[in-house]
């Protein structure tokens, strides 16, 4: 897949980034600790490049030092994607085996580990009261997936991670009957994390804030051989959540983005057909979930079901036609980097037969894009991350995309 003209587009792109990380901001001392906007998720790119070889590490060390230069936040409210965990993240991938960051490193592994028993134990509570849960609980940007995204790296057999898959577990269990029965993970607010007089409450179902993060956490740690008490069943259980709601055939199906109230008691979708094809809501990031779930329990034709939905999204040009911009999030970045994973461990070749040409549709809206800065989720970083792919074809060194739980 790789040619010379997606080497020079990716070195192209990346070459926006070749820049002094921006000024601090008055008001803003944490700014540079937030993976999806500041400099420590674009210290990613060049943490890829350098250690790919292809440039030194002087550049990546600035905005690493840049992320370090405010106080680092171990508040309840850090996450994967935010303070203590998001710096632990970008100093793990740029370690690797070495000993490089090492002492850094070791500063705040304690401080992740305190973070995450605090906040299971608040989560296991909220649990125990019967009340219902909220994205930033669980979800992979501020909640517990995300951070037992980094445990599964940095910690894979402490008492911390094995506290977050017993919360994951049990968040699989249905609310308590004054809510109905309502699935374990419906939360109060809205879509847009907004509370409203009046509202119900929603299921989410997409990666970003929904029921996936939860299923691929679940799924990485069993393909791992690390599981708790009613670990496998509750991956069964949320496959067979989402297999209620799928919508369509192999030909062409798809699942909502979120389950209203009215919805839950009728079984019918409002959501008339699939949303754009991203990594954070739509059927790829949900496919890549499902094949992750059936890989670990070893069920071939449940892989077979979800690989062969995101063979037809990915096929479906009205659906490509859905993304306008370039980035990890909602855009082509974060779609070609969750194909390309998913390919790799695919049981079809139809997988990989389309990466060219999502190759191709990336580099044109990598070409035409106006992005929101140089920051990882939606800015020029994450698309040279996956640009790198394309022009490389081979796996991440830094393994940058465990952030998106898709490895």
Not at 2 to 14: G, I, M, R, S, V
Not at 17 to 27: H, I, S
Not at 145 to 153: D, E, F, V
Not at 173 to 194: A, E, F, I, M, T
Request: proline fraction near 6%; aromatic fraction near 6%.
């Amino acid at each position: 897949m790789t040619t010379n003209t997606d080497l020079a587009a990716a070195a192209e792109h990346h070459s926006r980034l070749l820049q002094p990380p921006p000024p601090d901001v008055p008001g803003q001392t944490g700014a540079a600790q937030d993976l999806a906007t500041g400099s420590v998720g674009t210290a990613l790119a060049h943490i890829e490049r350098a250690r790919s070889g292809l440039e030194s590490w002087r550049t990546a060390h600035a905005f690493i030092l840049h992320a370090t230069s405010a106080p680092i936040s171990d508040h309840d409210t850090s996450g994967l994607f935010l303070g203590a965990p998001a710096l632990a993240f970008a100093l793990d991938a740029a370690a690797g085996t070495s000993d490089r960051y090492k002492s850094g490193l070791a500063d705040l592994d304690p401080a992740v580990t305190q973070l995450a028993h605090r906040r299971t134990s608040r989560a296991l509570g909220r649990i125990a009261a019967g009340e219902a849960a909220t994205f930033a609980e669980y979800d992979i940007f501020s909640g517990l997936s995300g951070i037992g995204a980094l445990l599964l790296r940095r910690d894979p057999g402490g008492s911390a991670l094995e506290r977050v898959l017993t919360y994951l577990v049990a968040l699989t269990q249905p609310l308590p009957d004054r809510y109905k029965r309502l699935p374990g993970w419906w939360v109060s607010h809205n879509p847009h994390r907004k509370t409203q007089p009046g509202y119900p409450g929603h299921a989410n179902l997409g990666a970003a804030h929904g029921i996936t993060g939860p299923l691929a956490l679940l799924a990485q740690a069993a393909r791992r051989g690390i599981t708790v008490d009613g670990h496998h069943q509750a991956i069964a259980d949320i496959c067979h959540w989402l297999n209620a709601w799928r919508r369509g055939d192999d030909a062409g199906c798809w699942w909502p983005e979120h389950v209203a109230m009215s919805e839950l008691r009728t079984g019918r979708t409002s959501q008339t057909g699939p949303a754009r094809p991203s990594w954070c809501y739509g059927t790829p990031g949900i496919a890549r979930a499902g094949q992750l779930a059936a890989i670990a329990l070893g069920d071939r034709t449940l892989q077979h079901e979800y690989e062969s939905a995101l063979v037809a999204c990915l096929s479906d040009d009205a659906q490509l036609a859905q993304l306008t911009d370039a980035g990890l999030c909602h855009g082509w970045a974060g779609m070609f980097q969750t194909a390309w994973r998913a390919a790799a461990d695919a049981t079809t070749p139809k997988l990989r037969a389309l990466l060219p040409q999502l190759a191709d549709g990336l580099l044109t809206a990598a070409s035409r894009s106006h992005q929101y800065g140089l920051g990882l989720l939606d800015g020029t970083a994450g698309t040279a991350l996956a640009l790198h792919t394309a022009a490389t074809d081979t796996v991440p060194t830094s393994g940058w995309d465990a952030c998106l739980l898709i490895d």
